[in-house]
């Protein structure tokens, strides 16, 4: 059985992009219907997310990425926890968690005041896990996903 210890967070390599974007197709994929934004940050995550101030964090079990998750500087002090996506073998045992504890440690450091995110109703796993870390439901604005109809946020 895996275990939280047995897992290693660790930051955006060129190497993981595939794994980054692979992970994220799964769940998309799963769900949804991949959207031209999706495309844009899973191609390219240095351009649309580490050059703008972003970072991508990555699950680490016995050598293979098995979760990631992405921090995209949306302006100012505040940043969006977008594209967390664990591999399906190996949800159920707190990477998720692990990830989003990651991401939200990771804003504190950058001195972000807020950050937000975009999710859809049938995620109720995820939706859990973000109640569980602080994030709170707000109103839902202007967004570039057809899929999103909840919003959230944790003020830090």
């Not at 031209?36 to 079990?61: R, T």
């Not at 002090?77 to 190996?90: I, R, S």
């Not at 972000?112 to 995620?123: F, G, Q, T, Y």
């Amino acid at each position: 059985m895996t275990t939280v210890s047995e897992v290693t967070i660790v930051p955006y390599n060129p190497k993981y992009a595939a794994d980054y974007k692979k992970l994220n197709l799964a769940w998309i994929e799963k769900y949804f219907v991949v959207e031209p934004h999706d495309i844009e940050q899973l191609d390219d995550p240095e351009m649309y997310i580490i050059n703008k101030g972003g970072e991508i964090l990555f699950a680490k079990f016995e050598g293979e990425i098995v979760g990631t998750c992405a921090l995209i500087k949306t302006g100012g002090a505040e940043y969006e926890l977008a594209k967390m996506a664990v591999a399906e073998e190996m949800r159920g045992k707190q990477i998720g968690k692990l990830l989003g504890q990651a991401v939200i440690e990771q804003a504190r450091k950058a001195r972000a005041k807020r950050v937000w995110l975009e999710s859809n109703r049938i995620l109720t796993t995820a939706l859990h896990l973000y109640t569980k870390l602080g994030f709170v439901e707000v109103p839902i604005t202007s967004t570039p996903y057809a899929r999103a109809d909840i919003r959230m946020e944790i003020w830090l």
